[in-house]
């Protein structure tokens, strides 16, 4: 048995940050990451993955890129930053242990990670929102003939070389594939998508658009709407033509509500209008080679990549506990708690404007804040 005033869930920025902020409060804490070393999913992910967020906002507390880090660092910078920043505070990390189950124990929580069992007055759990891949279980799926991958799983783009590729999904993740797809000399390209395309570029005259979200994060939601739509008409023109979906709701709501994420330009939307990819449709379903559409119509690709977006995965630690929604998200986060399970903390669990670090370094100033005042 493992003894703890706070035990934290998860290593990625959410987990260090609050883990951090505990520290630095005087309390005990410990974090309990399911991988073998820091950053495990960026480790994974194709190697040409950057930051959508702006270095500037892409930072923990005490911790900086080294000189000459691109605007958007990619992968091997942002693992480097979590090692930099555990090791320089001395957090607590127990590597390999997964957490399987959280139970109520009295006045304490009890959390199974194998063979380990920890006891803790606050169990705070931060393994984020993007956790487990998500493929629709659509009709005929197991029958392709094709290849279906997640976008989690694109690898890298040269592997698509002389392909047709359909992409589903037109969020983030779906744009950041056809970013770099654009880029290969593949067979046809399609989108699929199910929602408007929510997009910002990059740069708006070599300025970085996204250090400009702290200021629309402070706008109300339907001025924060309008101000995202102008800058991506102004800089795209009229995208209606494309044959996507019609706008339902604005990026800025859609992301606070739903958690869909405001897409980054790095050359997709110049291919679709200029025809190198196409819009089609949802997927209806498989059969055999081909792509059943909802119009009626067919493609018949050599991959789909899925860009259909994450779940929680929490189910099985905390779905007992009534502290999940209709698709697996915490009810609460950050500083909101259920008086009925005092101790229970999430964070890393919704989207913001200005990216998952200065979210996570205000989640953990608040679940801090709260822990503090508790004592």
Not at 14 to 37: N, T, Y
Not at 55 to 81: E, Q
Not at 152 to 162: I, N, P, S, T, V
């Amino acid at each position: 048995m493992i003894e703890t005033e706070v035990l934290v869930i998860g290593g990625g920025a959410a987990g260090l940050a609050v883990a951090q902020a505990l520290a630095s409060a005087g309390i005990g804490v410990r974090l309990a990451e399911s991988e073998a070393q820091l950053g495990g999913p960026w480790r994974r992910r194709h190697k040409h993955l950057t930051l959508n967020s702006h270095r500037d906002l892409s930072v923990l507390p005490g911790v900086n890129y080294p000189r000459g880090t691109p605007a958007f660092p990619k992968r091997a910078a942002v693992i480097s930053l979590f090692e930099d920043f555990a090791r320089q505070h001395g957090l607590a990390i127990d590597f390999s242990t997964a957490v399987e189950r959280i139970e109520r124990a009295g006045d304490r929580w009890e959390v199974k990670a194998g063979d380990r069992i920890y006891r803790a007055r606050h169990v705070i759990v931060a393994t984020g929102r993007d956790r487990v891949p998500f493929i629709p279980d659509w009709p005929g799926r197991d029958g392709f003939t094709g290849k279906i991958v997640h976008s989690a799983d694109f690898g890298e783009a040269g592997l698509y070389r002389g392909q047709s590729v359909l992409v589903a999904g037109a969020g983030n993740s779906g744009i950041d594939v056809l970013n770099h797809l654009v880029n290969v000399e593949t067979g046809p390209i399609w989108l699929s998508a199910r929602h408007a395309l929510a997009v910002l570029p990059k740069r708006v005259f070599n300025i970085a658009v996204h250090k400009i979200s702290p200021m629309l994060a402070r706008l109300p939601l339907p001025l924060a709407d309008t101000t995202i739509a102008t800058v991506q008409r102004l800089t795209f023109g009229d995208l209606s033509g494309l044959g996507l979906p019609k706008p339902a709701g604005g990026p800025a709501s859609r992301l606070a509500i739903d958690s869909v994420a405001i897409a980054s330009d790095d050359g997709a939307v110049a291919a679709m209008k200029a025809g190198r990819v196409k819009a089609v449709a949802e997927i209806k379903g498989f059969d055999g080679p081909r792509v059943i559409l909802e119009d009626g119509r067919t493609v018949e690709p050599d991959v789909v990549i899925a860009a259909t977006g994450y779940r929680t995965g929490l189910e099985p630690m905390v779905g007992h506990l009534g502290v999940l929604d209709g698709r697996g998200k915490p009810l609460f986060n950050g500083g909101q708690n259920d008086p009925n399970l005092p101790g229970l903390w999430f964070t890393g669990m919704r989207a913001d404007l200005r990216g998952c670090f200065m979210n996570a370094i205000d989640k953990a100033e608040a679940i801090t804040a709260r822990i503090v005042k508790e004592r």
